[in-house]
């Protein structure tokens, strides 16, 4: 497909946009395995036989593709007006810390109404802890790049107080974790997998997210900040509501994945909720260019990547880290292609 016709199809784009940075970021990859001694060729034959060769090794990629997606929306939402919301890590756990709080002291709620409660509670924490940033941006306080980043550390530390503190399970062999949730604040899994209802919420999610910006008038203002805040100030459209507006969905969405991943794959608060899903939907949504089909092809790639982390620790003898030292180059290309287009 030549430039001129990917121009015209903005979707092949975006997904070639995706494959060209990561076959790079592998190559680079490739040659620090060599370096160790490694060899890479091997390496990702294992990662790619383990994470897709077979139906369950698919099905946790997919797993792991959920908060991935949403905490990529989550900065790609606020970045159609051109700010930089780092904080995804930091609302997922809020979310999850809200929906915990739902679980714990609202399990008396139908079964049928528990879930929507805590999901309406993720989203609720989340949003509310993006917003923040937002009001301080909007404000000219503080740039939302610096309170976003700050306040994912709030918000693990949050979460550690309460595991280690009023919600530590008393029966849990002295282990920093929340009781057991009940089977109704559990999301329903689809079929025999481990896939649970939380695909569901981030495929409409993305949806939305694609609808809203082409076909409302709320997508054509936002297009217009983000094209020219100063001509769309002049013409009447409120800025500081909308930077505020959409950090907290944004925000809304990583605590929908918190919820997502304390209901359905925890089953109670851990401190070790999250191995990182807000930084790596920062990166998938920087090398998407926060477009939808981009965004689900980067977190499938990411996802296969993170699923094979634990192969490469059994088949080459790796540590755990290398998947971090994967995504490491994976930012370094994206940062170093946005610098050479600048």
């Given amino acids: 497909m030549t430039d001129a016709s990917l121009r015209r199809h903005p979707r092949a784009e975006a997904v070639a946009r995706f494959l060209g940075l990561l076959a790079f970021a592998l190559a680079v990859f490739a040659a620090v395995l060599l370096v160790s001694g490694k060899n890479p060729l091997r390496a990702y034959v294992d990662v790619f036989a383990s994470t897709l060769g077979t139906p369950y090794g698919f099905s946790e990629t997919i797993v792991k593709m959920i908060p991935l997606m949403l905490t ?80 994912n550390y709030v918000a693990v530390l949050l979460v550690n107080f309460v595991v280690f503190g009023p919600w530590k399970d008393p029966e849990g062999v002295n282990y920093p974790q929340t009781a057991e949730f009940v089977a109704a604040a559990v999301l329903p899994m689809l079929g025999t997998t481990r896939i649970h209802l939380g695909l569901v919420f981030a495929l409409v999610a993305l949806v939305l997210f694609a609808l809203a910006m082409r076909r409302t008038r709320w997508g054509l203002e936002v297009r217009a900040i983000g094209g020219n805040a100063e001509a769309a100030r002049r013409t009447g459209i409120p800025i500081g509501r909308y930077v505020v507006v959409l950090m907290f969905v944004g925000g809304g969405l990583a605590g929908l994945a918190g919820m997502a991943e304390v209901s359905a794959i925890q089953g109670r608060l851990r401190p070790s909720l999250s191995p990182g899903y807000g930084y790596s939907g920062f990166l998938i949504a920087w090398m998407a260019r926060g477009h939808p089909v981009g965004i689900a092809a980067g977190a499938f790639g990411l996802a296969v990547v993170t699923a094979g982390g634990d192969i490469l620790q059994m088949t080459q003898a790796l540590p755990g880290s290398v998947v971090n030292i994967l995504m490491a180059v994976m930012l370094f290309v994206v940062l170093g292609r946005q610098g050479a287009r600048r």
Avoid at 96 to 108: C, N, R, W
Avoid at 126 to 139: D, E, I, K
């Fill in 72 to 151: 990529a929306l989550a900065v790609a939402i606020p970045a159609r007006i051109w700010l930089i919301n780092v904080g995804g890590e930091g609302q997922l756990f809020i979310g999850a810390l809200a929906a915990t709080g739902v679980a714990l002291h609202l399990a008396f709620l139908p079964g049928w109404l528990l879930p929507v409660v805590m999901a309406a509670a993720g989203v609720l924490g989340g949003g509310l802890w993006a917003a923040a940033s937002g009001v301080l941006h909007a404000r000219g306080w503080v740039s939302e790049t610096i309170s976003t980043l700050l306040m």
